[in-house]
């Protein structure tokens, strides 16, 4: 028998899913949706969330929690909570999962708040100016630059994606190794400026200056080219490489990079002479 809520299997006569302590008395699949052929992530459903995301340019999302419904964030990323929310400090999937999160810019630790009480809120800001975008993962994995995790439900799973090819690890703009989110839920993760979403149809492909890729659905290919013509790469202020993303898949695309931005007011930052 598999819970609706987070697909997990249970044995017969469990009160409650051993995965994700939702009541399962009315919510298991039955045989007759497993017997006609229904693959399980098809019917499965990610818990329904209540948050707000507010603040303009300098954003943060309010989430409201009930009893035994929790969130998880890196350390340090909670800004305010109810009392009748606890925070439990740990590795969120064990040690090997904990390292892969370090190499993809997260922390080795992460906070996981769960609520003993109704409409709780806890609010997570963002650590710079730009936007928050809620994504459902559960539709398909998504690929994130580094350091864009935010928090999420504790059904959506944080891991490593290693990009292919030696011109998009290099190139790219982002590196060898990116953020991947899947399992089920919803996710939150940080976009350096404005934000533009783009679905690309098959074969379909879009050049991006590096660093500006913010995230893209894992069926979408990620590669750098080299910029061509020699006027272009030495006056063009490109650089020498772009982002290319060939569809299908949905991609998020951010109007400022963070480095670039650091880069950019360097001259202006006082010095000691």
């Not at 019917?43 to 998880?72: C, D, H, M, T, W």
């Not at 935010?150 to 994606?161: D, F, N, P």
């Not at 998009?168 to 982002?174: D, R, S, V």
């Not at 790469?233 to 060939?246: A, V």
């Amino acid at each position: 028998m598999f819970c609706k809520k987070c697909n997990a299997p249970n044995k017969e006569g469990n009160r409650f899913c051993t995965s994700c302590g939702s009541p399962i008395d009315d919510n298991l699949g039955t045989d007759n949706e497993l017997s006609a052929g229904i693959p399980v992530n098809q019917f499965s459903q990610s818990k329904s969330l209540n948050y707000k995301i507010f603040g303009g340019s300098f954003p943060a999302v309010s989430i409201r929690l009930n009893p035994n419904e929790s969130i998880y964030t890196q350390s340090g990323g909670m800004t305010w909570m109810d009392t009748g929310i606890s925070m439990d400090t740990n590795m969120h999937g064990g040690f090997m999962k904990g390292i892969g999160r370090m190499f993809s810019g997260e922390s080795l630790f992460m906070a996981t708040y769960t609520s003993h009480a109704p409409n709780q809120e806890i609010v997570i800001a963002s650590t710079f100016p730009g936007c928050i975008l809620d994504i459902d993962v559960g539709r398909c994995p998504i690929i994130a630059q580094k350091s864009a995790f935010l928090c999420a439900q504790t059904t959506v799973e944080i891991g490593t994606y290693i990009a292919r090819g030696l011109k998009a690890g290099l190139f790219g703009g982002e590196g060898f190794i990116l953020q991947r989110l899947s399992g089920t839920g919803i996710a939150f993760i940080e976009i350096d400026g404005s934000l533009v979403e783009r679905t690309l149809g098959p074969g379909e492909a879009i050049k991006v200056d590096t660093g500006n890729v913010a995230a893209f659905e894992e069926t979408v290919q990620y590669q750098a080219e080299m910029v061509k013509g020699f006027k272009n790469i030495l006056f063009g202020g490109e650089g020498l490489f772009l982002t290319t993303l060939t569809g299908p898949g949905k991609v998020w695309l951010q109007t400022m990079s963070m480095p670039e931005f650091a880069k950019s007011i360097i001259p202006f930052l006082p010095s000691s002479r």
